[in-house]
């Protein structure tokens, strides 16, 4: 059961996976350019929670709609690259600096904790966050991350610092 919910909670189109959040294609179009500013999802490729394409696109980005437990998505191939190495426990490293958007928050979204990418539910972690509308920057010099804070209540904060996938994380508004 761990793993079906690690996998479902951020298979976002990398991988096969049944998704309890879908729906009709229009509204899992919709779901998923609510993660992205206008210059990123008019032009973004949108895949279903299963990896189908919706909307074929011409930028870097891959947009995902509302899952279980994460909120809609905007990704640069980095982004994916970073979750497909964390649901199969590899090592990742990335070459750039990478965004990805979650501009509409967790929404129905449980959250996740803030240092472990493998803790599947609130009671795992004592560190468990529900974002509000956020940035998410990787980074490709772990050096970067060096005296940024880890405390999700601060505005800019590092996730996941002591995994591969470290990234920041950065707060654009309150969680609605």
């Known amino acids: 059961m761990k793993n079906k919910l690690i996998i479902s909670s951020v298979c976002l189109g990398i991988l096969a996976c049944n998704s309890a959040q879908a729906g009709d294609k229009e509204s899992m ?45 905007c990704n640069e191939a980095v982004w994916d690259n970073l979750i497909g190495a ?43 966050v529900k974002e509000g509308p956020h940035l998410m920057i990787v980074v490709p010099d772990r050096a970067l991350l060096e005296g940024l804070s880890t405390d999700p209540n601060d505005p800019v904060y590092v996730m996941w610092k002591d995994t591969p996938y470290a990234h920041i994380m950065v707060k654009v508004a309150a969680d609605k």
Do not use: H, R
């Open 29 to 73: 179009i919709v779901s998923a350019e609510s993660a992205g500013p206008a210059a990123v999802t008019s032009n973004a490729t949108i895949k279903a929670p299963d990896g189908t394409v919706l909307q074929e696109g011409s930028n870097s980005y891959t947009c995902y709609p509302q899952q279980e437990i994460i909120g809609p998505m």
């Open 86 to 128: 964390m649901l199969n426990k590899k090592s990742f490293k990335p070459n750039t600096f990478s965004v990805s958007y979650m501009l509409a928050g967790e929404g129905t979204a449980i959250g996740v904790s803030n240092s472990d990418p493998y803790a599947t539910e609130p009671a795992m972690s004592d560190d468990w």
